[in-house]
């Protein structure tokens, strides 16, 4: 008898389209404003600490951040690979190293009507202070580098006795993807994956996953 299922999938250019990173830099940040992200990517400083410094350089008016916020693009199909896990009792996770702020704006109804368990760090915006994080430090899925770990909620699930899917596309993916027994990767993290030989299967978009879910 085969194991139970359950879904693990990161947010930001995954389920959206773009990162909200990305997307926000390029619309309203400078060269100077993204210091700490390349201080990351050189290794000078931590996931987490990095994407927070850059989001309070953001100091736009609320509402208008809101109305950039829902124009960011979703996967068409994430809704319906969603309704379908709930009506068949497969867990999903959304494990994201961004914050709740912007995920619940785009999908918070979404999260509620399907019972999405979603791990990710905390966020606050004004004007004043710009997009601050805060790590849900009190979590077993807390790691101190990215805010969350998405290999622990992979971990987490396998312990409970779950064969996980992993859905991904970025830097943070790479280790959930090396432990979870199916991979669906895009962009960086496909790459990476062909790196270190890990199996993965096709993934234009979430009706691939759900194509999948189906079959099973």
Same mark, same amino acid.
Request: hydrophobic content about 40%.
């Given at each position: 008898?085969? /194991? ?11 389920? %959206?389209?773009?990162?909200?990173? %990305? ?15 390349? #201080? ?5 400083? +931590? =996931? ?8 309070? *350089?953001?100091? $736009?008016?609320? /509402?208008?951040? $809101?109305?950039?916020?829902?124009? $960011?693009?979703?996967?068409? +199909? ?8 709930? /009506? ?11 914050? #709740? &702020?912007? $995920? ?8 509620? @009507? ?5 791990? %990710? ?12 994080? /805060?790590?849900?430090? #009190? +979590? ?9 770990? *998405? ?6 699930? @396998? ?13 943070? #993916? ?17 790459? *990476? ?7 993965? =299967? *096709? ?8 194509? &999948?879910?189906?079959?099973?």
């Amino acid at each position: 008898m085969r /194991q139970p299922i359950a879904l693990v999938t990161d947010f930001d250019g995954t389920i %959206t389209d773009d990162d909200f990173f %990305t997307l926000v830099a390029k619309k309203y940040l400078s060269p100077f404003d993204l210091a700490p992200w390349n #201080d990351y990517m050189n290794g000078n400083l +931590s =996931h987490f600490d990095a994407l927070n410094k850059v989001f309070a *350089k953001i100091s $736009i008016p609320e /509402q208008e951040l $809101i109305t950039f916020i829902k124009t $960011i693009t979703l996967d068409s +199909s994430f809704a319906k690979t969603a309704i379908y896990c709930y /009506q068949k009792e497969i867990p999903l996770y959304i494990c994201s190293a961004g914050c #709740d &702020y912007y $995920i619940n704006l785009l999908i918070g109804k979404l999260i509620k @009507q399907t019972h999405i368990n979603l791990i %990710t760090n905390k966020g606050e915006y004004t004007p004043q202070t710009g997009l601050i994080m /805060q790590a849900p430090c #009190d +979590s077993i899925f807390y790691d101190e580098y990215v805010g969350i770990s *998405k290999s622990g909620v992979v971990k987490y699930l @396998q312990d409970q006795g779950y064969e996980v899917i992993f859905c991904g596309d970025g830097p943070p #993916d790479v280790a959930p993807a090396k432990i979870a027994q199916t991979v669906f990767a895009k962009k960086y993290l496909r790459d *990476k994956c062909l790196e270190y030989n890990i199996s993965i =299967h *096709k993934f234009n978009s979430f009706t691939d996953v759900l194509t &999948y879910l189906k079959e099973i």
